[in-house]
């Protein structure tokens, strides 16, 4: 079992490989593999509660662990409230964590 750390930065209402990532990222997870996403840029828009996204919504329900970048959030004025349930608020810092951990990471 691997563990990996997707790092997205764009949003799935404008970019299609975003829909890819995140179908990867739930493979690895149903595979067994341990995988984190962290949203930072415009990646954090599908987090906000009432934001629409059938690939990011699946993302959540399927056991992948979800975080997105405070300092990205602040940028967009959104609050930690403001964020669906089962998204965290996390920091860049966890990707040097991840490597620094031996993780496998994928930034998009």
Known sequence: MSDYLFIQSQDPFT???CAAQYQ???QLRDAGHRVHVLLVQNGVAPA??????EVFDALLGGGVTVSADGFSLKQREIEASDLKAEVTVGDVGDAVDALLAGSKV???
């Open 15 to 17: 970019e299609v490989r």
């Open 24 to 26: 990867l990222a739930r």
């Open 48 to 53: 906000r509660l009432g934001a629409r996204s």
């Open 106 to 108: 994928i930034w998009n």
